[in-house]
């Protein structure tokens, strides 16, 4: 098949050797050139280590209308901080039946996709994962290390009834490792990297400022990962309060990385042994706390109040981690005003998570 990925960072290179060491044809998409000036080179093609091994070339390209253009499903590969500015981008140029593939799902924006389609009166599967196929790390201009492929990735689609349609899809072009959810909220909630690495960055803040080297799982401790566990609990009870089934964090890191510790501080010890890493962040300019804050925890926080239900430790987390990085970190995330969710009743809120934003409803929203 053709597959359009866009954004050419760790995902959206590992995702384009992946494809391409499989068989199929990829057009990689960038805003700017210079992300793809290593692998646009008639010299060079996009060279991959890790659990594929290999060199291929995809198509590269700035222009998004042309990357979409007769795609057969279209791969979102960029950080929640991107999902507007490229969906903005992105939906003048889909076809309806064009699937788009949110990988991974972030705040509902699957939501203010549908809004933008629904405005064109397209209606297109909606795919989302609750987290990433892979680890990866882009290592240079042109060379990329996927680290680890996950044995397990939770999927809904809107609108919910294409969920398994959309499975087969994702399988064919990244096998037999994808797991039904419910809907759409399941999977912006399903990722644990919010309050993982919230903990993390919050209680080993000081190597960040002194931009030490430190290898993220040795600093997952006993005392990290009691505040990890109790963000935890909140996340499972939001989830609950919506009818919805999370499998903990626990069972996320032993199904990604095969391991078969029980406690959260054991399982962080093993991946230490096992790989010595992966390095934790040395700059306070951190996905860890800017993007996994707004888009995470802030979302969180959000949706509990449409339950009716309070999440005190992450208000006081986001508070916290807003005081120590001087940013309102509460009004970093953009795409939650465009959900207008205060305009919505639960029951109207809960359908629409079913079935995206009818054509009659994007003109309210």
């Not at 050419?8 to 060491?21: D, P, Q, T, V």
């Not at 309806?96 to 991974?104: E, F």
């Not at 993220?216 to 005392?223: P, R, V």
Request: aromatic share 6%; glycine share 6%; hydrophobic share 45%.
């Amino acid at each position: 098949m053709k597959i359009a990925l866009l954004g050419a960072g760790n995902i959206g290179f590992a995702s384009a050797a992946w494809l391409c060491h499989h068989g199929h044809q990829t057009v990689l998409w960038a805003r700017e050139a210079h992300a793809l000036a290593g692998i646009s080179n008639a010299h060079s093609g996009l060279h991959y280590t890790g659990v594929i091994e290999g060199e291929c070339r995809p198509a590269v390209t700035t222009d998004i209308a042309t990357a979409v253009r007769g795609a057969d499903a279209v791969l979102l590969c960029v950080p929640g901080y991107g999902h507007r500015t490229v969906m903005e981008a992105l939906a003048p140029h889909l076809t309806t039946g064009q699937p788009v593939i949110i990988n991974s799902a972030c705040s509902l924006s699957a939501l203010f996709l549908s809004q933008l389609l629904a405005q064109r009166a397209i209606r297109t599967p909606i795919i989302t994962w609750g987290t990433t196929a892979f680890t990866a790390r882009r290592k240079e201009e042109n060379s990329v290390t996927l680290m680890t492929a996950r044995r397990c990735v939770h999927v809904a689609t809107l609108p919910a009834e294409q969920n398994a349609a959309a499975i087969t899809l994702c399988e064919q072009l990244f096998g037999k490792r994808f797991q039904p959810q419910s809907n759409i909220l399941a999977t912006s909630l399903i990722n644990i990297n919010p309050i993982a690495h919230l903990g993390l960055a919050l209680c080993n803040v000081t190597r960040i400022e002194h931009q030490e080297r430190w290898p993220q799982y040795h600093y997952m401790t006993d005392g990290v990962a009691n505040l990890i566990l109790a963000l935890e609990q909140e996340r499972q009870a939001l989830a609950h309060a919506f009818g919805l089934r999370l499998h903990s964090i626990e069972a996320h890191f032993q199904q990604s990385f095969d391991v078969s510790c029980h406690t959260l501080s054991e399982i962080a010890a093993e991946l230490h042994r096992r790989r010595g890493g992966p390095p934790g962040p040395i700059d306070m300019n951190t996905r860890f706390i800017l993007e996994d804050t707004p888009y995470g925890l802030v979302f969180a926080e959000a949706i509990a109040r449409k339950a009716g239900i309070a999440l005190p430790l992450h208000s006081a987390s986001i508070t916290l981690a807003s005081a120590v990085w001087q940013c309102d970190l509460r009004s970093q995330n953009d795409v939650l005003p465009s959900l207008k969710l205060d305009a919505l009743s639960f029951t109207e809120f809960t359908r629409t998570l079913q079935e995206g934003v009818s054509t009659s409803q994007a003109r309210v929203w």
